[in-house]
């Protein structure tokens, strides 16, 4: 949903710069001033955000790498049975990099965890703040779906009122 929101966000052009809306420390959904916090949990989103994209594909193209390698096997068993030996087509081995670059992220957030259960607790109480302000907002969001999704029927009327005349 934050994905969603904060590419809406910046899809929107802004007439002098040419390009779409800068998130600037706003909430994509809300479009309210993020605090110290909340800026903290939507770079944790876009972290997540990277690493998602990152993800995506990778299982092809280990699978690719696997019958790549695969079929020099049996291109080099050929060539061992028949004394006859052909030049082997280069292994494109960048899935595999890939793969050791997430495993050295994933060792390293897992560094990142709490050591102690003192850490662990004030970390808890972080979270619990961070939730109570997210029921805040889902509340707010659901009180202000109703005048929305009026104020956007609203201006479909007006941009279709204008496009007719």
């Known amino acids: 949903m934050i994905r969603t929101a904060a590419r809406f966000v910046q899809s929107i052009a802004v007439q002098d710069e040419g390009g779409g809306l ?5 909430c994509p959904l809300c479009w309210q ?3 110290e916090d909340a800026q903290a949990r939507l770079q944790r989103f876009q972290q997540d955000e990277a690493l ?3 993800i995506e594909g990778l299982a092809d193209r280990l699978r690719l790498l696997g019958a790549n390698l695969n079929a020099q ?3 080099i068993q050929v060539s ?3 004394g006859d030996w052909q030049a082997s087509p280069a ?3 960048a899935a595999l990099h890939e793969l050791r670059g997430l495993c050295a992220r994933v060792d390293a957030e897992r560094a990142a965890l709490p050591a102690t259960d003192e850490v662990a607790a004030e970390q ?3 979270l619990s703040k961070e939730r109570g302000e997210l029921a805040s907002r889902k509340a707010l969001a659901e009180a202000l779906s109703w005048p929305v999704w009026r104020l956007r029927g ?3 009327r007006c941009v279709s009122r204008v496009s007719s005349s």
Request: glycine share 4%.
């Open 154 to 156: 609203l201006d479909r």
């Open 91 to 93: 292994v494109d081995v």
């Open 80 to 82: 061992l049975s028949s």
């Open 33 to 35: 001033e993020a605090d």
């Open 22 to 26: 800068a998130l600037d420390g706003r």
């Open 52 to 54: 998602i994209v990152q």
């Open 124 to 126: 808890l109480a972080v």
């Open 73 to 75: 096997r049996r291109a």
